[in-house]
């Protein structure tokens, strides 16, 4: 398992979904979740995200009450960003998305087993 990955899966938590990008560094930032309702979906405004512009390499957010699957809203959001990756952490695995010709592919689930178990 990658650094990256471990660093993923201590973001979730229950509550409302955290959301962030990873910059070329590999450093990880945690952005405001301004969705109306930030327990459901997440959503990152683009004077939040402006400064990272052009260092942003994936997204991340957090699932903290479902499975790392793609909800409509996340496809949608993914879709704008075809050149970036996509984490989707739940509270036992991180899913890694790419945006290949408008299709959505899931590339790598890992599992965290020291996690779940606790
Ligand atoms: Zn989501």
């Not at 993923?8 to 560094?25: A, F």
Request: net charge negative.
């Amino acid at each position: 398992m990658t650094e990256l990955i471990v660093q993923l899966q201590r973001l979730w938590q229950p509550g409302p979904e955290r959301c962030g990008v990873v910059l070329d560094n590999g450093e990880i930032i945690e952005l405001p979740n301004r969705a109306e309702q930030p327990a459901l979906a997440f959503e990152v405004a683009d004077a939040d995200l402006a400064p990272y512009m052009g260092r942003v390499v994936a997204s991340w957010h957090t699932h903290p009450r479902t499975s790392g699957n793609l909800s409509v809203s996340d496809y949608r959001t993914f879709q704008h960003y075809p050149d970036w990756q996509h984490y989707i952490i739940d509270q036992s695995s991180v899913w890694q998305y790419s945006v290949a010709f408008d299709y959505m592919v899931l590339l790598d689930q890992v599992f965290d087993k020291e996690m779940s178990d606790e």
